[in-house]
């Protein structure tokens, strides 16, 4: 039984065509969420209590947002971790419940290296949805009457 060259060629083709329906690229979008971060990141402190991951979001290879609380969040500051944009779970290294800087490591899977917590800051996680829903608000603008919608 053979099958059809179609089927890979066409989900090839659909994947190229999701890829294009964005309007604003990847990487600008990557940035714009690390400066949104960055901006509701207080002073670096030296540790947090860590008891449960709630929750958390590569920013980079070298930033990591984790969340202990739905409104508890610290930036984390790495000395680089590969795979941490493509791994589905991780790891966080603890000491009597404080995750510290230097000390504690971040886990990304059995065959890649620890990666180092180099510092640790406090987000605001109010300011942080707020800049999140301004980048979310679109401009709206009433079609001209006189044009039938097919010329405008």
Known sequence: MS?????????????L????????????RASE???AYAAAAGA?????????????EPLSDTELAVYTQPNKA???????CQELLFVNSIGLTSNINQVMVGFDKVLTGRHNFPCTVTRIRPIDVKSL????QKQRQIERAARNADKPAAAQ
Do not use: H, T
Not at 17 to 28: E, I, R, T
């Open 3 to 15: 099958k059809s060259p179609l089927i890979p060629a066409g989900a090839l083709m659909l994947g």
């Open 17 to 28: 065509l999701c890829a294009g329906c964005s309007s604003v690229p990847y990487a600008q």
């Open 33 to 35: 969420r690390q400066a």
């Open 44 to 56: 670096p402190v030296r540790s947090f209590n860590f008891f449960n991951l709630y929750s958390w």
């Open 74 to 80: 610290w930036l984390l500051d790495l000395g680089g």
């Open 129 to 132: 949805k707020l800049a999140q």
